[in-house]
């Protein structure tokens, strides 16, 4: 570490002998913060120069907090209806924390809280499960986490621990969940109240933005595809080249597998290639489940399109006890022939996003081989316009509301 400045003295305080470091990254500038335990004295004590801006900003950043009552948040109040609004600074009940948020993806599921389609919704509700900040306040009983901490929140934020799925240690699949922006208020905001057990911590090497949609659509496609029971070099196809697509892509890459991407039209295969695909097949101009088995049939293919009917042909491009991952909701319904599914052994089956650790993993995996989402970052303010253009598509490929703390 770099030799402190030369200390001066400073009138009226007194540094305590023992001394606790903390490292930051506050807006991407990386800054020693002495944390110092301070109190009136008579007479003169040495402080050195970086401490005593350290107090200063310290004292400026408290007021700030203190001055503060409220906060933003973009609300569905009707369904259909996102507006800003301004609500009091809640405090953090046991077990959880209140976190300052910095930025929050918009995902297509977040349409069923803001149109009101989720089973159970009472409004008004804040969307969003895509969601870092710091934490700025902890309940009482909470240890792990630190003011300050850079963490991030996805959509399964906590379990009930008692009902069969958690007994037997499947948490993603709580049938009474914490789901961010459905029964608890989301990250479209500038604070947000979360349970301590379900929050990940976030690499230094990511930016908020960038690991944002990391705890839905990454840790959704890397999940599914880290768990099928794969091996190095099989053939993996992705279906769709969107907002989760263009990760899963990323991600079979770097896990090792011969990678093919399926989209519409040829001027998708540069991005394709771009992104990682070894082969890209356009569905305007080729049977796809052909394509594939001219390949010797795909392991597994990842489905993260919008179009149920599309999926559901993918099952003639297996091989053999291939599997068709679904991850993507489409509106339609999927229309299967049994054929292959018996002569062949294949099978269908979904998969959900992960537990906490497993996000953890996922932004860990993603610094490790500089998987990145493409992003467009829009301010919390805008968030009806930045969710509109998610929702008709035009999103490249994934909407983040960013709050300027």
Known sequence: MAAEP???RVAGLKREKSWHHEYCNHKRHQTWLLAIWSRPLDGQTEISPNEGQCIA???ESEVKIQMAKTYKAVEVSAPGSLRVVERTIPEPGPGQVRIRVEACGICH???ATVT???????????PGHEVVG???ALGSGVSKWKIGQRVGVGLIAGEDGVCEPCRRGDTVNCQNPVVSGVNVDGGYAEVMIAEARGISSVPDELTSAEAAPLLCAGITTYNALRNAGLRGGDLVAVQGIGGLGHLGVQFARHLGF????????RDKEKLAKDLGAHVYIDTAGEDVAAALQRMGGARAILATGTSGNAMGTLVSGLAARGKLIVVGVPQDELSLNAFPLVFGGRSIYGSLTGTPIEGEDTLAFSVLENIRPMIETVPLEQAAD????????????????????
């Open 6 to 8: 030369t200390p001066h």
């Open 57 to 59: 900003q310290d004292a």
């Open 109 to 111: 599921t977040d349409a």
């Open 116 to 126: 009101g389609a989720y089973p159970g919704l009472t409004l008004p509700r804040v």
């Open 134 to 136: 710091r934490v700025e």
């Open 258 to 265: 011969r990678t093919v991407a399926i989209g519409r039209g």
């Open 386 to 405: 930045a969710y509109a253009r998610m929702i008709e598509g035009k999103a490249r490929f994934r909407m983040v509301l960013v709050t300027g703390q």
